[in-house]
């Protein structure tokens, strides 16, 4: 598995590649935690590319991961994939995040996932 976690303005971009393991999905979430609470930026573009599918979320301890980031404010992540499984594991994962309150949406091209990550958000009246 090889990852890296670049911060842009206004999002933090996250890439895995070759991910096989709940052990290596662990270290990748870490990984993005630590990016999210040193820069600040609550806004996520996560990539993945040549992995397996997830769809066993207890397995892979997603859901514990959810309820830390229920903690930060405004958060927002977006998934892209390479696959066709992936993009559907991940838009399982955004419906059970989306259940809990949390703004995650997978998308099929980059370039609308970022734009969804910057859009303004409209301000109460």
């Given amino acids: 598995m090889q990852y890296n976690i670049e911060v842009l303005p206004g999002y933090i971009k996250a890439e895995m590649v070759e991910r096989d393991t709940a052990a290596e999905t662990q270290e990748f979430v870490t990984a993005i935690l630590q990016a999210l609470r040193s820069s600040r930026i609550f806004k996520v573009l996560i990539s993945i590319r040549s992995s397996r599918p997830v769809f066993k979320v207890e397995e892979w301890n997603l859901s514990s991961v959810m309820e830390e ?57």
């Fill in 69 to 125: 980031l229920m903690r930060l404010p405004a958060l927002k992540v977006a998934f892209i994939a390479d696959t066709k499984e992936i993009s559907l594991s991940q838009e399982y994962i955004a419906l059970l995040a989306q259940q809990r309150g949390l703004a995650f949406q997978a998308f099929s091209a980059e370039t609308a996932a970022v734009g969804w990550l910057l859009e303004e958000e409209p301000s109460p009246t």
